[in-house]
């Protein structure tokens, strides 16, 4: 089925990590990668070759939806840093939904959940991409901030929440780059 919808695209299948293809229309070239298992040391090769092909084919806004996923390691996220850098520079982003908690940490704690656009459901990641917010930055972002507890300078790319790099703080920025430790005091 994935093979109708890109040529070759299961040629090399690895059981470790299943990937589904769901194309979402014609002229956007939006595609959903559902993905089940988890992305490692042993299996990134063959996942980046995978979404490669997709990449090739012209498709440049990528959902990777990850509910499935129950693990991925350093080496996975830098797949997912591989696919930003190919598909930015045609006007292309990526998009993750539904990520299992344990996921979202190794994210978080490597400080790449800022990179990327987190979305709540499928509809919100292809609404993102029909919209046109693939070209379209807040003025407020990307933005320097200190980290309360050590002074450290870390660039914001948008609002969310993100570990300081180097005393391991839990910060969250809010949409107008106001920085809190928490929801409710804004510092």
């Known amino acids: 089925m994935n093979n109708d919808i890109i040529p070759g695209f299961d040629e090399n299948k690895d059981e470790s990590l299943k990937i589904r293809l769901e194309k979402f229309g014609d002229g956007n070239r939006v595609m959903a990668f559902h993905l089940h298992g988890y992305i490692d040391t042993y299996n ?9 092909k997709a990449i090739e084919s012209g498709y440049m806004k990528l959902i990777f939806e990850c509910g499935g996923l129950n693990y991925v390691s ?33 994210f978080q704690l490597l400080g790449f959940s800022q990179f990327f ?15 046109g917010d693939v070209s379209k930055k807040s003025e407020t972002f990307p933005k320097i901030v200190s980290c309360p507890s050590c002074s450290k300078k870390l660039k914001v790319l948008k609002p969310g929440r993100f570990r300081c790099s180097v005393c391991r703080t839990i910060i969250v920025v809010n949409k107008k780059g106001a920085l809190s430790l928490n929801h409710d005091h804004v510092l």
């Open 44 to 52: 990134s090769n063959n996942f980046q070759n995978r979404i490669g």
């Open 74 to 106: 350093s080496t996975g996220i830098g797949s997912f840093t591989a696919f930003l850098k190919s598909v930015k520079p045609a006007g292309g982003d990526i998009v993750l939904i539904d990520i299992q908690p344990k996921v979202y940490e190794v």
């Open 117 to 131: 656009n987190i979305k709540d459901s499928l509809a919100d990641a292809v609404a993102f991409f029909n919209a």
